[in-house]
């Protein structure tokens, strides 16, 4: 009398399936890691230096090549970035600011930021592209 059933349980391993969720993982982990680089969406040429800034908690002054202010990526007056920044700097934790400059923006532009900050003893960072 044969007593095995009809179903024969193979013992090898179909590996197809694993690199298709491994290949769409790596693919996903691709496209969000480029997302993750881009701290504003404001275009700035910024100047070269060894060492990079990168704070997402912090507080950013964009400043472009026509002189436009920028507080966390919303265009603001230049009178009103002093009223701005502090309301933003009671919010949160960290007293901290980093000021994105475009690289041929006249220096007393990025002064008058640099001296809201001290004025109102707020860390700021000047960010820098990585050399």
């Known amino acids: 009398m044969n007593l095995r059933g009809r179903n024969k349980i193979s013992p090898e391993f179909n590996m197809s399936s694993m690199t298709d969720i491994v290949f769409l993982l790596l693919i996903f982990f691709m496209i969000a890691s480029t997302l993750a680089k881009q701290l504003d969406t404001i275009e700035v040429k910024l100047p070269q230096a060894k060492g990079k800034t990168e704070n997402r908690k912090s507080t950013t002054v964009t400043i472009d090549k026509n002189k436009n ?16 920044l502090i309301d933003l700097i009671s919010s949160k934790e960290s007293r901290v600011v ?6 041929n923006v006249p ?25």
């Open 69 to 84: 202010f920028f507080v966390d990526g919303l265009s603001i007056s230049k009178d009103l970035i002093e009223k701005e």
């Open 98 to 103: 980093v000021l994105r400059s475009e690289k």
């Open 107 to 131: 220096l007393e532009e990025v002064v008058y930021i640099m001296n809201i900050a001290n004025q109102n003893a707020i860390k700021i960072i000047l960010a820098v592209d990585s050399q």
